[in-house]
């Protein structure tokens, strides 16, 4: 160890400027190649979280995109809730199905606090695969929960915080929802009774007095309340994934919305599915195809990459497009700056097999074959390229923060949040900068090395 | 099939060497082509790379972790008697190898097989480590040692000498090089009297010839035939030894490259050669085989007078096995030397040897330095005062071309003449020899210097 490092400093020894100079050059180099390695890294690591990387989650509705923009529905509707499984298993590309239904959710109340919910969805138990939810704290509900339409909910983490303060304390809670039916009341003249003993008393009394209105007509209309136990919290999404996606901060079973004993089949009109190794359209094609065939009537189909709130609108595959542009901007940026280093290099060890050429010589006078003497005047290249790659290397790391700033203002305008940006003080990609300094060092010092080395032995000591 | 693969491989080297032969005439060689050829194939300089590459495994072999053993052993045993036991042991490189293993039981008949392994590691001279490791078909033990000897004395002799024949490398790269001009001009002036001595050969020759036929008019007396006869006898013998010269020149020009004899015919003009950088005495003086090699011996000696001191013999042990079980060794032991100190007092009397021997050698080195110069003098003083003589006899020369052709002169004039001019130039040629070879010893590009 001690004999290389003593080496080394032999080496920027002998013409201290230049290799300084040198040095600086690649770690310049290498510092940029390593910001953009790190910023690859972290926007790879932005189309991973926010688009599922090479999955595509997409909607699947029954229905026609109008001239409008608006979804043409048919009616009745053409899907069943059997599909999602006859999907996954006919399709081809087709990773999971679950049913999303739009559900209607005027308000809730939580601990005698009433609160707008921001979004909410009804779907089945497939949808944390679909969307690649984690489950922080309890459990996604269960097949079980869809189809005894079970009065179960999800939350999102950031939901939990405001509810209830943290996560670990909102699994078992109970949320009281108003889903905005308005019924008649049973008995007018007490206006004492919610809309069902379900909801409780609390509930039934706080519906009352907030719907109920004033004067004669007070009590003429209820809300209808339900009691919503909360099963499970999920981990948030990047805020772009959420809004892309449409995924809810509440998710509930589609059937919940049911009272349990009702004997009635929800209807299902779209699906959310996670698909793999093919394109939208063809899952559209496959969809109806497949669909037409069973049916033996023409079924309206329309497929895309995005949220069941914007039909045909994929602000996903732009936003895809543009994060793998600016990767490939950034590498391209400091690898270029990079290989102008190299060529530094490569004119210092120029510089350097002219004032070695006497030493060359001697040592292969003494036996010294010209591969080793390319080896050695590579080796010095080598040693300079790692000085500036280790120095570059540290550089990109200290600076790791402040590119970060800097990219925020780009990622805004694709959409995207600074807080979806995941920060590391060190990206393991960035090691690569190093390496690819080190590479360049020696592939271009290889031609001009070798040509050093194998010059005649007189015409060397002579100089 | 390998006599018949070595047998064409022979035929295509030699149909190479007979094409570079037929080649060879066509360019005349230069000196460079020489010197490279040289470096090639001199013999001397083969034998100093082979010494180089054996004291460079020496200093490899000399690390210490190339002391690292790794040993394995296994047994069987099988007991006859109620109770019986085996066992082995083995120790191996490194001062703290050690291995142990064993097997005991009381049932009878029961075959028991073992197998250890060791590893020690010498970390340097003073630091060892070692690993042992025993396994049974029942059970595993093992345990990790560590050896402290403080006053270790470091070996040194396997660096010393790496340096030593880097030294010589280089001082035979030296001389190669040196040797390879030296014959190279040699050969040159080998030529230069050759010309010269085949011209008075012949101009003896039409001497005689004159001389016989005026000895034959009766206008000359036979001593004078008898005269010139000796005389061209005397010019032949002259001629033999220089054709004899420029033979063993070429010869010794051919043992030096490796290049047959038939392709040194035809060389390029010996010239000074302008713009050398002639070394100060210092640059001489750092760059002398001798004063390295001299200086090396010196600082072994004040290294061996350093660590030349007898100290106790301390060595500590430590040892834990698998089962965390532990101990710790240290043992110390005197010698009558650590009264007498007569290792110290040995390596004393070596310092101030090899301090005289230093100062001689520089002494020796810088008389080198200063009779070179001398001789560096002495030639170009030479060499100015054989120009002069070229340039006139080639005056001599074309004045008398001029008067035998008004008639004034005769074609034994002009053949002296000739002689002479020929004389000039080989004294010329020797000139230049001699001052080229004094200036080459005194040149900075032929000081072969390399830090190793």
Known sequence: ??????????????????????????????????????????????????????????????AEIGVNGDLSWTRPFQFSA???????????????????????????????????????????????????????????????????????????????????????????QIIAVDNGFRMPPQRATTGTQAGGTQAGGAQAQSGTALAGGRGANAFQQMSSWSNYKIVGVYSDPTRFEADNYGIADYITPYTSLLPTGMNFTMPVRMFAARISGTTVKN???????????????????????????????????????????????????GFLILIIAA??????LLVDAADRAKE????????????????????????????????????????????????????????????????????????????????????FSLLPAAKAAASSIVSGLKE | MKKTLLSTAQKVAVALSLLSCALMPLSAISLDGVMNEALAHDSTLADSRSKLEIAKNNLFKSASLFGTNLSFSGSLSQKAATASSTGSSTAAGGSSGNSA???????????????????????????????????????????????????????????????????????????????????????????TEVAW???????????????????????????????????????????????????????????????????????????????????????????????????????????????????????VGADVSNTLDWSVTAKVSFSPDLIFQKASSTASENLAMQERSYANTERSVRTAWLNQQNAVVKAQTNYENANRFVESSELSYTETDLQLQKGEASQADLDLANGNLLSAKYQLQKAIESLEN???????????SMKP
């Open chain 2, 438 to 448: 004094a200036r080459d010893q005194l040149d900075a590009t032929w000081q072969v």
């Open chain 2, 101 to 191: 293993s064993s097997t005991s039981s009381s049932s009878a008949n029961a075959l028991k097989k073992s197998v250890s392994a060791n590893l020690a590691i010498p970390l340097a001279k003073w630091l060892s480590l070692g690993v042992t490791g025993t396994t049974d078909a029942s059970t595993t033990s093992g345990s990790v040692s560590l050896s402290l000897i403080p006053f270790a004395k470091v070996d040194t002799s396997a660096e010393a000498a790496w340096n030593k024949a880097l030294v010589d490398a280089q001082s035979a790269i030296r001389n190669t090089l040196l040797s390879a001009r030296k014959e190279y001009r040699a050969v040159l002036t080998a030529q």
């Open chain 1, 82 to 172: 059997e599909d999602s499984a006859i999907f996954t298993s006919d399709v081809k590309g087709i990773k999971s199905v679950a049913i999303v239904n739009q559900m209607p959710m005027e308000q809730i109340k939580v601990n005698n606090k009433y609160w707008k919910p921001s979004s909410v969805l009804g779907t089945d138990n497939f949808y944390a695969d679909v969307m690649g939810l984690k489950i922080l704290s309890g459990s996604f509900f269960s097949a079980a929960d869809v189809t005894s339409k079970e009065k179960v909910m999800v939350i999102s983490e950031r939901a939990a915080k405001t509810l209830f303060g943290d996560v670990s304390s909102a699994a078992g």
């Open chain 1, 1 to 62: 160890m001690n004999t290389i490092v003593n080496k080394w400093f032999r080496v920027i020894k002998t013409h201290p400027l230049r290799n300084i100079l040198l040095i600086l050059t690649t770690a310049i180099g290498t510092g940029a190649l390593g910001l953009s390695m790190q910023t690859t890294a972290r926007l790879d690591r932005l189309v991973q979280s926010t688009t599922g990387g090479s999955d595509r989650r997409i909607v699947i509705a029954n």
């Open chain 1, 283 to 333: 899952i559209e094609s496959a969809i109806r195809t497949d669909l037409e065939t069973s049916a033996g009537t023409k079924i309206k189909v329309t497929a895309w990459e995005g949220s069941p709130d914007s039909p045909g609108v994929s602000t996903i595959e732009k936003a895809r497009q543009s994060l793998n542009d600016l990767s490939l901007v950034t590498s391209g940026l």
């Open chain 1, 360 to 443: 060359m010589a001697v040592k292969r006078a003494i036996g010294m074959t010209v591969a080793r003497g390319t080896f050695e005047l590579c080796l010095r290249s080598m040693a300079l390229a790692g000085a500036g790659g280790i120095i570059g290397l540290l550089l990109a790391t200290s600076l790791s923060v402040p590119m970060r700033e800097i990219l925020v203002p780009y990622l805004t305008a694709l959409g995207i949040g600074s807080t979806d940006l995941t920060s590391r003080i060190f990206e393991i990609r960035t090691l690569l900068a190093p390496i690819a300094a080190l590479s360049l060092a020696f592939v």
């Open chain 2, 197 to 315: 001595r085949q011209a008075v050969v012949q101009t003896s020759k039409n001497d005689l010839s004159r001389i016989q036929y005026l000895v034959e008019l009766g206008k000359e007396r036979s001593s004078k035939e008898i005269t010139i006869y000796s005389t061209l006898i005397s010019a032949q013998s002259d001629l033999d030894t220089a054709q004899t010269n420029l033979s063993t020149a070429i010869q010794n020009l051919s043992l030096r490259t490796g290049l047959a004899e038939s392709a040194l015919t035809d060389f390029d003009a010996l010239t000074i050669v302008d713009g050398r950088t002639l070394v100060d005495e210092n640059l001489w003086v750092e760059s002398s085989a001798d004063m390295v090699n001299a200086k090396a011996n010196l600082d072994a000696a004040k290294q061996s007078k350093n660590s030349s001191t007898t100290l106790p013999d301390l060595s």
């Open chain 1, 343 to 348: 060529f530094g290099i490569v004119s210092g």
